[in-house]
T-cell receptor, first 114, second 112 residues
Framework: EAGVTQSPTHLIKTRGQQATLRCSPISGHTSVYWYQQALGLGLQFLLWYDEGEERNRGNFPPRFSGRQFPNYSSELNVNALELEDSALYLC?????????????FGPGTRLTVL | AQSVTQPDIHITVSEGASLELRCNYS??????LFWYVQSPGQGLQLLLK??????LVQGIKGFEAEFKRSQSSFNLRKPSVHWSDAAEYFC??????????FGSGTKLNVKP
C-alpha cells in the first residue's frame, strides 16, 4: 500500500512569489494535516482538512491556505512568500479526524525562499 | 499558555545503555499523547500513543512510555538503545478535539 506522497520534493522561490505544495493521502484516509518544520522550531501545526472541509488551523497568517479535493488529496498554498517561510512542509493523513487516529506522514517538501 | 516541552535538545547515550526522553505538557484535561521518531531524511513514524487506560504503553522498536497525570508528563523509555535508534524524537499532544501540538524535538546520538 502506498504511503503519503508529497510533491515537489524541493521548491525554490523568491520573496513575494507564491508556492503550491501537494499531498496525496493513503488510500481510504479522509483527513489531511499540514505542518511546518522550520529549523529549531519543531513541528508547527498549520491546517487540518477532513472530508473536503477545513476543520482547524494553527497560528499562521491567512496567506497560508489550502484545500482538499474530492479525492482527498490536498494542496497548500503560501502567498507573498517571506524568507522565514523557508522550511520543511510535512503532510500527514489519517483515517478520520479528532485526534485519535494515527497520523501517517509523508517525506515532506523542502521550501527555500531566496 | 498551552505548550509541549521537551527539555532536552540533544542527548547522547552509549549503545546498550538505557534511554529516557522527557515530555511535559500544560493542558487542563488529559490530552491524547503521542511519540514520533524522525530518522534522517525520512518522514515521521509513530512509536506509540496514549488515549486512556493503562498508563504504561508499549510501542514499536522496543519503546515504551509512561503517562503521569500528576506530573503532566509522558516520558519515552527504552531499556537498551541500538545504534539505529539515532534520530530525532517528537512528543505530540492533542487536546481533545482541538489543535495538534508537537514539542521541539530531542535529537538522540548513540555512541558505539
Amino acid at each position: 500500500e502506498a504511503g503519503v506522497t508529497q510533491s515537489p520534493t524541493h521548491l525554490i522561490k523568491t520573496r513575494g512569489q507564491q508556492a503550491t505544495l501537494r499531498c496525496s493521502p493513503i488510500s481510504g484516509h479522509t483527513s489531511v494535516y499540514w505542518y511546518q518544520q522550520a529549523l529549531g522550531l519543531g513541528l508547527q501545526f498549520l491546517l487540518w482538512y477532513d472530508e473536503g472541509e477545513e476543520r482547524n488551523r494553527g497560528n499562521f497568517p491567512p496567506r497560508f491556505s489550502g484545500r482538499q479535493f474530492p479525492n482527498y488529496s490536498s494542496e497548500l498554498n503560501v502567498n507573498a512568500l517571506e524568507l522565514e517561510d523557508s522550511a520543511l512542509y510535512l503532510c500527514a493523513s489519517s483515517l478520520g479526524g479528532g485526534g485519535t487516529d494515527t497520523q501517517y506522514f509523508g517525506p515532506g517538501t523542502r521550501l527555500t525562499v531566496l | 499558555a498551552q505548550s509541549v516541552t521537551q527539555p532536552d535538545i540533544h542527548i547522547t547515550v552509549s549503545e546498550g545503555a538505557s534511554l529516557e526522553l522527557r515530555c511535559n505538557y500544560s493542558y487542563g484535561a488529559t490530552p491524547y499523547l503521542f511519540w514520533y521518531v524522525q530518522s534522517p531524511g525520512q518522514g515521521l513514524q509513530l512509536l506509540l500513543k496514549y488515549f486512556s487506560g493503562d498508563t504504561l504503553v508499549q510501542g514499536i522498536k522496543g519503546f515504551e512510555a509512561e503517562f503521569k497525570r500528576s506530573q503532566s508528563s509522558f516520558n519515552l523509555r527504552k531499556p537498551s538503545v541500538h545504534w539505529s535508534d539515532a534520530a530525532e524524537y517528537f512528543c505530540a499532544v492533542v487536546p481533545r478535539f482541538n489543535k495538534f501540538y508537537f514539542g521541539s524535538g530531542t535529537k538522540l546520538n548513540v555512541k558505539p
